[in-house]
């Protein structure tokens, strides 16, 4: 209970933090996340327990600092207003699947080079390549993009700006979630010129086999309306959904199911995991080595990584990935772990990885529903029939979350727990099943291709040429699930040391 306690208020003090109007000096933020955290690991290997409300300071003072720390180092990464509407002549890589319209095409782009003399600009821009307005250059098409790749580019910087309107949408807050410190637009009548077709970087190859089965899912599904819908569930990527059918969704309470929720990572690892511990059970060798019980937990936490990164690793997806590996880690070490506090480490692994997570609606829907279903499903003395536990988890999860809907959306539908009665088996148990089973042999392939390389060029003794391994931010940011492992081991190895 004490470490429940204790995460869950460093989990707060980051998310109040978000909420402060002016950052304090750097200096601060180091001396005060410095320490907090030197004298919280001393306390930790004491022999006699810690005061409480020491131990609640001190998660107080390392959640706010760290995320003001964190805050203060993006925001200093911002372009210079002496550098906005200036061209930059530029060289980086497509940093995530670009998004293209009838007007052009748009993408994050990962900075390596400034060509410019003197030009300063941030590591992580949003760019838009869009159709040329110059009547002599209309005729031009725009080039195809893909991520991963190489690019020189000539752009036309500004800093982020939003408008502050009432309950619309926060760009500036979105961008800074994003690490984007700056948008702008390729210009057209200067030389762009593809350097190479792969970068080579670990999260290029990821992206690359997302957009590989995007493309193939979209040829599939050519015309059909549901093809922006069958692709959020396989990829993660909302933005092939037509507006009106977001309406529609939004209106039936039933958009939370177009994104890889929870409840889909966990029936994929469930199914895996079943499949392991029956084939390992046939075998007296294996289960001499290790337990069914534990192969299977171990495979289920591995597979829910591999599907959320395929899917982008949203927050829903990460929330179940960190609640599976904190399972299986208690299951490897043979511990019992409380529901709550494997939601708790969860929270503190997802915001100590990225504090801005906060900001997402995601992160509060996802949280939120697995609260209200463990507050009314674990810990109930006696038996209830079905039929008693699917409404009563049905009315928590909809009372639980209307509050929320009322504050983010300004409205709350009447016809959602109807809608979600019936959505919820279908998507989950039919739709999404058979999504992945189409989608499964086309990344099979896509994965085959790097092996095949990778094995020849091993053979002549060579490496591909557009296969180079680089050090980035892309390598950093698909090291999150490693991150993760990381975190929840540690606080499994508190958790047992304080309870001893």
């Not at 930059?88 to 060509?115: K, N, S, T, Y």
Request: positive net charge; charged residues 15%; proline residues 6%.
């Amino acid at each position: 209970m004490r470490t429940l306690l204790v995460l869950l208020t460093g989990c707060v003090a980051v998310g109040l933090a978000q909420l402060v109007p002016e950052l304090p000096p750097r200096w601060v933020s180091v001396v005060t996340l410095s320490g907090a955290s030197l004298l919280a690991i001393a306390l930790l290997f004491r022999k006699s327990q810690t005061p409480l409300l020491v131990a609640l300071i001190l998660a107080i003072a390392i959640g706010a600092s760290y995320t003001c720390l964190r805050a203060e180092l993006r925001m200093a990464s911002e372009l210079p207003r002496e550098w906005e509407g200036r061209d930059v002549e530029l060289i980086g890589v497509i940093d995530e699947l670009p998004q293209a319209d009838q007007q052009g095409v748009r993408f994050a782009f990962a900075v390596e080079r400034v060509l410019t003399p003197t030009a300063v600009v941030p590591p992580r821009v949003a760019l838009g390549w869009y159709k040329a307005t110059v009547r002599e250059l209309q005729s031009e098409p725009l080039p195809t993009l893909h991520a991963g790749e190489r690019w020189q580019l000539t752009v036309r910087l500004k800093r982020p700006h939003g408008y502050a309107n009432p309950n619309g949408f926060d760009v500036e807050a979105w961008l800074l979630e994003n690490s984007l410190r700056a948008t702008g637009s390729v210009r057209n009548d200067e030389p762009n010129r593809l350097l190479a077709t792969n970068a080579g970087r670990a999260i290029d190859h990821l992206n690359r086999l997302r957009e590989r089965l995007r493309e193939r899912m979209q040829q599939a599904l050519s015309g059909q309306r549901y093809a922006g819908v069958l692709i959020a569930l396989a990829i993660g990527d909302q933005r092939a959904v037509s507006e009106a059918d977001w309406s529609l969704f939004n209106a039936t309470a039933v958009s939370h199911l177009l994104s890889i929720s929870g409840a889909h990572v966990t029936l994929f690892a469930g199914w895996m995991g079943w499949l392991t511990m029956a084939g390992w059970r046939r075998s007296p060798r294996l289960l001499a080595w290790l337990p069914a019980q534990q192969a299977a937990a171990l495979v289920a936490a591995v597979v829910a990584v591999a599907y959320a990164a395929l899917a982008g690793f949203e927050v829903p997806a990460q929330r179940t990935c960190y609640m599976l590996l904190a399972a299986a880690f208690a299951l490897m070490l043979r511990r019992t772990l409380s529901p709550w506090l494997i939601l708790v480490l969860a929270l503190t692994v997802v915001l100590a990885i990225d504090p801005w997570a906060v900001l997402a609606v995601g992160f509060w829907f996802s949280f939120g529903a697995v609260a209200f279903l463990l507050y009314v499903s674990v810990g109930r003395v006696g038996g209830r029939p079905w039929w008693h536990t699917v409404l009563a988890t049905q009315a928590a999860v909809t009372l639980g979350l209307a509050p929320l809907s009322l504050a983010l959306f300004q409205q709350v539908s009447l016809v959602g727990p109807l809608a979600n009665a019936v959505a919820i088996p279908l998507v989950t148990l039919l739709v999404v099943p058979l999504t992945l089973a189409g989608a499964g042999p086309a990344v099979v392939v896509d994965l085959a291709g790097p092996i095949v390389d990778a094995a020849r060029a091993a053979v002549v003794g060579s490496r591909p040429r557009d296969c180079r391994l680089r050090r980035d931010a892309g390598a950093t940011r698909l090291a999150a699930p490693v991150a993760g492992c990381a975190v929840v081991s540690a606080a499994l190895h508190c958790g047992s040391a304080s309870g001893s």
